[in-house]
């Protein structure tokens, strides 16, 4: 049966758009131009260890990625993350934990009198309408300066590989922005959802699974209605009267396909050079968006060598620290089976704005800087008996500048190009939950089209 959809790219923003039309029953096909699927997501199991080239866990609130999860016959397999650990942040060269509590915020010494002073006082602080401003504007405004040094720099450093003086605070932090517009303070909204338990992202949901995040992907795959091919490359997409005609190679050999309905996940200089014969402003909104390098240092070490207790999820940096990395998921802590019996397994995430340049070192050298910054911090003794690395030289998109109206201008010029989607991760989130949950917006839109353009061809 010829497909409806065709789904260029095969990462998990394709897979989950894929996923949730086949559940309508439309049949999709995907065209990866890898040998496998999954994109940036992939599990290693080696020598014992676990690890994850990108996303190495789900921080989930949205129902929909919970249902999707049923379906797939994947809840037996969730790792739900250890109970009651700690977060930690590098602060002055020492990892602080962040208080989760008021009475812990009071002693915390992460700030100082005055800051915590300028927190307690955020309900107080007038509601802004500040429309295209940047994390660090919203953050000041709202929480004060020591806030914005401490703790959400080092959240957007670490989590997003971004820049907070150049990231745009509604892009990068909608859920605190819209608490703001809905509320007029973050504490009195959080406060307020908690309550009535509106949201569940004051309790988010943090889990893997038993083969990593890979397994995710896996059954994904098998999904009845979807036809994945991979080693399948997109080369040119024209315009044609019913949809899109799609040139590529498929193992090699020339392929032409024509869809109804074609949709890229692809990243945004791969979709900017597809539209370049479509439409030069779209293709050039897409160039610009800028990506950041991002890599990850796996390291498993004898856990009789770490004298820290490892009681917390890994740690983030805060800013004016000279680590050379942004952040470290403490991964055998936080779920079973990532390393063998007496070992323990650290994942440092290394570039991103704060260190562009690092991926350019040789492993040796990269192996070893991370090491010898978490020796003073966890009091390591010893070297690392396995070491694993990966590199992302255009890891994640940046949400720099005026993003939201970047993002309108692109919807703009796709008024004018029906039949045809953009969904990855440089719309609506990075993060697999944000994927899965655009997937759905993506599909539906979709459907839309499909039964409208059914009725007008069958009135
Ligand atoms: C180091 C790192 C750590 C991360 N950690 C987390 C985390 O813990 N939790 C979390 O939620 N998120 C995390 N993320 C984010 C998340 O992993 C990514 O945002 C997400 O996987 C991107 O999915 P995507 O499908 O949009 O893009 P991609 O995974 O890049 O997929 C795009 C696909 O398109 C294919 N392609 C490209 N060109 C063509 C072509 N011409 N024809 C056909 N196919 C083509 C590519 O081969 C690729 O498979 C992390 C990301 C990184 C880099």
Redesign the pocket.
């Known amino acids: 049966m010829k497909s409806q959809v065709l789904i260029?790219?095969?990462?998990?923003?394709?897979l989950s758009t894929a996923w949730w039309l086949a559940q309508r029953g439309i049949s999709v096909e995907i065209?990866?131009?890898?040998s496998r699927p999954?994109?940036?997501?992939r599990s290693h199991s080696e020598a014992g260890y676990l690890t994850e080239d990108?996303?190495?866990?789900?921080?989930n609130f949205r129902p929909q990625v919970d249902q999707m999860i049923s379906c797939l016959g994947l809840d037996e397999h969730r790792q739900q993350r250890n109970e009651g650990l700690n977060r930690y942040i590098v602060h002055h060269d020492r990892l602080t934990p962040v208080p989760m509590l008021l009475p812990a915020l009071l002693t915390s010494s992460l700030w100082s009198l005055p800051a915590k002073l300028r927190l307690m006082a955020e309900p107080f602080v007038p509601k802004g309408a500040h429309t295209g401003e940047t994390v660090s504007e919203f953050i000041r405004r709202r929480l004060g300066q020591e806030v914005l040094d401490t703790a959400m720099d080092a959240f957007v450093s670490g989590t997003l590989a971004s820049d907070p003086d150049l990231a745009e605070a509604q892009s990068v932090l909608p859920r605190l922005t819209t608490l703001e517009q809905r509320y007029g303070s973050l504490t009195m909204g959080m406060f307020i959802n908690k309550v009535i338990k509106r949201r569940r992202a004051n309790n988010a949901d943090t889990f893997s699974f038993d083969n990593g995040m890979e397994q995710l992907i896996q059954a994904l795959v098998q999904t009845p209605g979807i036809r994945l091919r991979t080693s399948?490359?997109?080369?040119r997409i024209q315009q044609v009267k019913r949809g899109w005609r799609v040139q590529?190679k498929i193992g090699g050999l020339p392929a032409d396909l024509q869809v109804p309905q074609l949709i890229l996940?692809?990243?945004a200089d791969?979709s900017s050079q597809?539209l370049e014969e479509t439409d030069t402003t779209l293709s050039g909104l897409l160039a610009d968006i800028e990506y950041a390098p991002?890599?990850?240092v796996h390291l498993g070490l004898n856990s009789n060598h770490i004298q820290h207790k490892l009681d917390g999820t890994g740690f983030l940096v805060a800013k004016h620290n000279s680590l050379p990395v942004n952040g470290n998921l403490w991964m055998s802590s936080l779920f079973p089976h990532r390393a063998p019996p007496g070992k323990t397994l650290l994942s440092s995430?290394i570039g991103g704005m704060r260190h562009p340049d690092q991926l350019q070192q040789d492993d040796e050298t990269l192996a070893g800087a991370v090491l010898d910054s978490l020796r003073p911090l966890m009091k390591i003794e010893g070297d690392a008996d396995f070491i694993s690395i990966r590199r992302?030289p255009r890891?994640?998109p940046l949400y720099h500048g005026q993003y939201r109206a970047r993002l309108a201008q692109i919807a703009t010029c796709l008024q004018t190009l029906p039949c045809l989607q953009l969904n990855?991760?440089y719309i609506g989130g990075?993060?697999?939950?944000e994927?899965i949950y655009q997937g759905k917006c993506t599909a539906q839109a979709v459907t839309g089209n499909l039964k409208q353009s059914n009725s007008i061809s069958h009135p």
Do not use: D, M, Q
């Open positions: 260029i790219g095969g990462g998990i923003s394709g065209w990866e131009s890898g999954g994109g940036k997501i990108a996303a190495a866990l789900l921080v399948a490359k997109a080369l590529g996940s692809t990243p791969i597809l991002v890599g990850v995430y992302h890891g994640l990855a991760n990075v993060s697999v939950r994927r």
